[in-house]
């Protein structure tokens, strides 16, 4: 009888063995995930929230680890600019110093009105994906003669059928009615077109209607164009709210990922609106008795939570009145077994409480509960759930600031449950301004004493940025996103938070159980645990640590080339000579490179008689993340206008400064400029090429630098409207009829529509592209041998001037393969131009080589993204009793990125005061790079020269 309780003693011996090296390959599993992939988190700080035409955006970027201290291992980020189509304008490559950088955008008069955006990444983040990237919205403005100012109020009726009431009077910005004008409006949902009407403003300028919408769900984003009939340039864009007044979508998330029948457990839930918003519900819980289990009241922004015994049969349903009409909701469905994990912060200001409960059948050694923060693991706890439950008491001071998420893992290794909680914040940062003046006047100059301290008021040496506001033209509202936020929650949360930096106000107790209502509610950005623990990581992006080019050599059959002494020489304004050696793998590296605003590199392959070689160059290119696909709409200045807002809108001309008049006379002579250049390469052209050309479009080498690693096909379906593949088009000026004479086989007669052709080719449009000049040589040499220029053709044999691109196969091959092979970084400009029935492309290449495109063995170009090198905040200086006639409305009186305390914790700022009395807020926020945040608003008051300080 012994024997089995022997065998029955090592069988379990051995299974909890194997549950502690499950529990150990895990750890081990997370720790080497982390040590691959430590987290990187980006902020930018801006000088104002929203900016017009010919204004200078100004930012400062802080790019820190996982731990809120300085990035080790990336010097240089990406920042991107999208318009309101979320279209890629421009970019600028920021070098970092200790993680920290600034730069600007100058919005010029070529952006049109709308909401831009700004990302912001590091190359290491694109392993993470797109939700660690920082991104904002704002809105760039232009006021002008022709600006309409919108009073609108509007209100969806359902009622019966849904029918929109809608009321706008109309002014411009005098504030003078636009009274019996004639306009169109139409309504669009995003950008499909759902109706039109025509419409006269009354005498007070005043549009009042109704607009029945129909039966069908509403959603997405909707608005009004509203044109002057008479003048069509004249339009205003009215944003819409058709929201669903009986559409909540309530949400609810137990804690800890489940419920299990028969423990009791906390349930949180978000009640969000159409618009996205949280909105405020009172719902009750039933069962199938239809008796009240428990009462939902919200706490904040839609949000709270409520405790369940869930048991096994029953069915909870959420039950809410809107709108007087009785709403009703299931819970999710509670498992039969597993586990349920719930965490109490908010009790003891020392302590967190864990709380860990199974079901019968999982009540078992080797469970482990892990805490991380950003990717690092700082707690692991073994559990022993034999008796159904286990509780832990950990001291808070343990633990950094911030989110710190805890997963608890079964014994077999499979992630059971997942919790995040908010540590209280220990570490901050106190800014104080000291003034030389409680009171200025006009032009005075401005001295501050800025104090930086810790919590326990010791001096700080931190980073900061810092900008000056004039409040009569820049509203700030209460509900900013700041540093503090966006690291210590903002960074790790997915979705969108409602007025974040409100969590960091005060620390009282309502604030702290509405935080951790959102913790419970909201994503996490973090593990994707399947990668993490099921698959072998592998780094896409790498960090760039440095200015560095890497690469490799290969032979013909793709082996590697080693020991090949390789020579970098740059070909921008800086010249510079360097070498390097590939090594067994045939990698090479050139460490140490200066950053340069612009550069381009030759790396020449040499072999030991100091012959140019034949191995293949490849070298790591930066890979631009993809564009974005949604960015957060804000809602036009012009429409119910603040009169701050439109304040600064009305005055953008008279606060441009003498560099940003200079500026813009500039762009001016720039176009015209163009212009003579493209008549003259027209008159070229016709000359050589085509009598009948028309100069179109030019892409310039300035947009090409911008995209070096595009393709030709790429750039020409990017930059040139309605560029095609098709075989539907005419072939000469006078089209096609069968029957008649025929000219190298094909028929020729009096005029006739396009035909569709046996074979594709080109199109703009329906139009055929005849040309493709190389460096002024056509592409049919390469097809045919022979050119096929329109001016040289006799008309006896082609009496309707038919290109041979219509009639030769092989035209369209050569061009296609020419097309995918130069890319951006070959080409200097492409010129369009527009004939009578063809179109002609003129494409200069950097080589000079035509149409016959080699790759030049042993010789590699290599144009970086050039580093932005930031321009100078204009600031002006008034000497005493000088007589300055131009007037002074800025409305960012000062902006300085690179405010850095002493080691007394000082730092001495001074600018000049504008021209008007007014009041200013000054705003600072920086870090000490070592996981401290500080951030705050002050006003200094200007008072007309009569007034006495």
Same mark, same amino acid.
């Given at each position: ?60 970027s ?84 022709k ?23 109309i ?50 984003n ?15 864009v ?8 009986d ?43 239809n008796?009240t289990?428990a009462?939902?009241?919200?706490i ?65 050694d080797?469970y ?85 301290t ?111 002494? $390789? ?5 921008? /304004?800086?010249?510079?000579? +360097?070498?390097?050696?590939?090594? %067994? &793998? !045939?990698? @090479? ?58 304040s ?63 393709? $030709? ?5 990017? /930059?040139?409207?309605?560029? +095609?593949?098709?075989?539907?088009? %005419? &072939? !000469?000026? @006078? ?5 008649t ?12 529509r ?26 049919h ?48 400009n ?73 080691e ?46």
């Amino acid at each position: 009888m012994k024997k089995p309780l022997i065998v029955l003693s090592i069988f379990l011996a051995l299974a909890l063995n194997i549950m502690a090296q499950k529990a150990n390959n895990i750890a081990n599993k997370i720790d080497a995930y982390n040590k691959l992939f430590p987290a990187e988190k980006l902020y930018l700080s801006f000088d104002k929230p929203y900016y017009s035409i010919g204004d200078t955006l100004w930012f400062k970027s802080f790019l820190l680890n996982g731990d809120h201290t300085a990035s080790i291992r990336t010097d240089k980020i990406y920042v991107e600019l999208f318009n309101d189509s979320l279209k890629f304008i421009e970019n600028r490559v920021i070098a970092l110093n200790n993680g920290l950088g600034y730069g600007d955008f100058a919005l010029t008069n070529k952006l049109a009105e709308g909401t831009y955006v700004i990302r912001a990444y590091s190359n290491w983040q694109q392993n993470f994906g797109s939700d660690y990237f920082f991104q904002k919205s704002f809105y760039i403005g232009n006021a002008g003669d022709k600006t309409w100012l919108l009073d609108a109020h509007q209100k969806l009726n359902t009622a019966g059928k849904k029918i929109l009431d809608l009321k706008v009077r109309i002014t411009n910005l005098k504030n003078e009615a636009a009274g019996l004008k004639d306009v169109e409006i139409v309504l669009m949902n995003d950008k499909k077109r759902l109706m039109k009407a025509d419409l006269q403003t009354s005498l007070q300028g005043v549009i009042e209607t109704q607009i029945p919408l129909g039966d069908n769900k509403i959603n997405g984003n909707y608005s009004f164009i509203i044109t002057d009939k008479k003048d069509r340039s004249r339009q205003s864009v009215l944003p819409i709210s058709l929201q669903e007044v009986d559409q909540i979508d309530l949400q609810f998330m137990p804690e800890g990922g489940h419920m299990v029948n028969g423990i009791f457990g906390k349930v949180a839930f978000k009640a969000i609106g159409a618009d996205g918003l949280g909105k405020d519900i009172f719902c009750k819980i039933i069962n199938n008795k239809n008796e009240t289990q428990a009462e939902l009241q919200v706490i904040n922004k839609g949000m709270g939570s409520f405790y369940l015994l869930p048991t096994k049969g029953e069915i909870y349903t959420a039950v809410y009145s809107l709108n007087g009409k009785e709403q009703k909701q299931l819970l999710p469905t509670a498992k039969e077994e597993g586990t349920t994990l719930r965490i109490d912060q908010l009790s003891k200001n020392d302590s967190l409480y864990v709380y860990i409960k199974s079901s019968d059948s999982k009540r078992l050694d080797g469970y482990q509960l892990l805490a991380q923060v950003s990717g690092e693991t700082i707690m692991k706890v073994d559990l022993n759930l034999k008796n159904g439950f286990s509780t832990l008491k950990l001291a808070k001071q343990d633990f950094p600031d911030g989110i710190i998420h805890f997963t608890l893992f079964s014994p077999e290794g499979t992630p059971v449950n997942e919790r995040q909680v908010f540590i209280n914040r220990k570490l901050k940062i106190n800014l104080k301004f000291a003034t030389n003046s409680g009171i200025y006047k006009p032009r005075d100059s401005v001295n501050l004493e800025l104090t930086v301290t810790k919590e326990d008021g010791s001096p700080l040496s931190g980073s900061f940025a810092i900008t000056v506001t004039d409040d009569a033209q820049v509203k700030h509202t209460n509900d900013e996103e700041n540093i503090t936020s966006y690291f210590l929650l903002q960074s790790d949360l997915k979705g969108n938070i409602e007025n974040p930096s409100w969590y960091f106000k005060d620390e009282n107790p309502s604030t702290l159980l509405a935080l951790d209502h959102l913790l419970l509610t909201q994503g996490w950005v973090g593990y994707n645990w399947d990668e993490v623990l099921k698959k072998t990581p592998q780094v896409q992006f790498k960090a760039e640590k440095g200015n560095e080019i890497n690469g490799r050599l290969t032979n013909l059959l793709k082996n590697p080339v080693p020991n090949i002494k $390789l020579t970098l020489m740059s070909l921008g /304004k800086t010249i510079f000579l +360097t070498d390097t050696v590939s090594n %067994a &793998d !045939g990698s @090479f590296k050139f460490k140490e490179l200066p950053f340069l605003d612009s550069a381009a590199y030759t790396i020449k392959i040499k072999n030991a008689k100091g012959k140019t070689a034949l191995a293949t160059i490849t070298v790591d290119e930066f890979t631009p993340a993809k564009d974005i696909n949604f960015a957060q709409k804000i809602s036009p200045w012009y429409v119910n206008a603040d009169t701050t807002i439109l304040s600064y809108y009305k005055n953008v001309d008279q606060r441009k400064t003498p560099t940003q008049r200079q500026q813009l006379a500039l762009e001016g002579n720039a176009l015209k400029e163009v212009e003579i250049k493209g008549q003259a390469k027209l008159k070229e052209f016709r000359l050589k090429t085509a009598w009948d050309a028309k100069f179109m479009k030019e892409i310039t080498e300035e947009e090409l630098k911008k995209v070096p690693r595009k393709t $030709l096909m790429d750039l020409m379906n990017e /930059k040139i409207p309605a560029f +095609t593949i098709g075989n539907f088009y %005419a &072939d !000469g000026a @006078f089209g096609i009829q069968k029957d008649t004479f025929d000219v190298e086989g094909v028929s020729y007669g009096a005029p006739s529509r396009p035909r569709r052709h046996n074979f594709y080719n080109f199109l703009i449009g329906g139009y055929l592209v005849s040309h493709v000049m190389i460096d002024g040589i056509n592409t049919h040499f390469i097809a045919s041998g022979t050119d096929d220029q329109i001016n040289n053709v006799p008309y006896q044999s082609h009496p309707f001037q038919v290109s041979r691109t219509a009639v030769l196969p092989d035209v369209f091959l050569v061009n296609k393969q020419i097309f995918n092979i130069l890319s951006a970084e070959d080409i200097i400009n492409i010129k369009v131009f527009r004939g009578i029935s063809h179109y002609y492309l003129d494409i200069k290449t950097r080589s000079g080589k035509g149409p016959w495109v080699v790759t030049t063995p042993g010789i590699y170009v290599y144009r970086p993204l050039p580093i932005y090198m930031a321009k100078e905040f204009y600031s002006p200086k008034y000497a005493v009793n000088k007589d300055v006639k131009t007037p002074d409305l800025r409305a960012t009186i000062f902006w300085d990125a690179n405010v850095v305390t002493d080691e007394n914790g000082k730092a001495n700022i001074s600018f000049y005061a504008a021209d008007k009395p007014s009041t200013y807020t000054l705003k600072i926020e920086g870090t000490d790079l070592f996981g401290r945040f500080g951030y705050q608003k002050s006003t200094i008051k200007i008072v007309n020269k009569t007034e006495s300080k």
